[in-house]
């Protein structure tokens, strides 16, 4: 079992709907949790940074972190044609990120 | 200051070549880490640094891997002996010791071995 799972299945969603994304993991030492959104042939760029549990807001998007399921999600409301790239869970322990494979999001106008 | 330089942005070199890569962390960050990222995955851990010392190694770095942080400032990622299967992005990426600012990742350097 790899230490964070996240289903890679792409997803295609009309604009304006709302994007939901998860991952699960299986390292309790997991301590900072984070998505990064990744366009095609560049690097993963940081979209939402969360330490331990809770809830975190930035405009359109949502991060919630539940440790005690451990179980991550992300949320885009109101999503746009530019929201279309690959989302990538990440976690740490202290020294190193351990990632998902990534969601392939594909917003259609 | 624009964020973490990867050079090359793309390799293309035969089997059996050596190839080295070129990181530029963003100037106040003393961790850099190298990740490597096949099609269809997330990036994989290879090794990171605090300042100049190299503190750990994923099991993926075998020994014809060797990666360099002279004076804590660049980083270098050689591969010597090239296989297909090191064919990947190797992304660079940079943070504050404390992590809380998340990791800056460059754009990669594209390897492709033929």
């Known amino acids: 079992q790899k230490e964070v799972e996240q289903d890679p299945g792409p997803l295609s969603v009309p604009e304006g709907a709302i994007v939901s994304l998860n991952c699960t993991y299986s390292n309790s030492a997991f301590q900072y949790f984070m998505w990064y959104r990744q366009y095609s042939r560049k690097g993963p760029e940081l979209l939402m940074y969360?330490?331990?549990?809770g809830n975190k807001e930035d405009g359109r998007f949502t991060a919630q972190v539940d440790k005690s399921s451990k179980y991550i999600s992300l949320f885009i409301r109101d999503s746009q044609p530019s929201d279309s790239a690959t989302y990538l869970c990440?976690?740490?322990?202290?020294?190193?990120?351990?990632f998902g494979k990534g969601n392939q999001v594909v917003v259609i106008p | 200051d624009t964020g973490v330089s990867q050079n090359p942005r793309h390799k293309i070199t035969k089997r059996g070549q050596n190839v080295t890569f070129r990181c530029d962390p963003i100037?106040?960050?003393?961790?850099l880490y190298w990740y490597r990222q096949t099609l269809g995955q997330g990036p994989e851990f290879l090794t990171y640094f605090q300042n100049e010392a190299q503190l750990e190694k994923s099991r993926l770095l075998s020994d014809r891997f060797s990666a360099e942080r002279p004076k804590g400032s660049f980083s270098t990622l050689e591969i010597q002996r090239t296989e297909q299967g090191d064919s990947a992005m190797y992304l660079c990426?940079?943070?504050?010791?404390?992590?809380?600012?998340?990791?800056?990742f460059g754009s990669g350097t594209r390897l492709t071995v033929v």
């Open positions: 100037s106040e960050h003393n961790r």
């Open positions: 969360t330490y331990s549990s």
């Open positions: 990440a976690m740490s322990s202290g020294q190193g990120l351990a």
């Open positions: 990426a940079s943070s504050l010791a404390q992590e809380t600012d998340g990791y800056t």
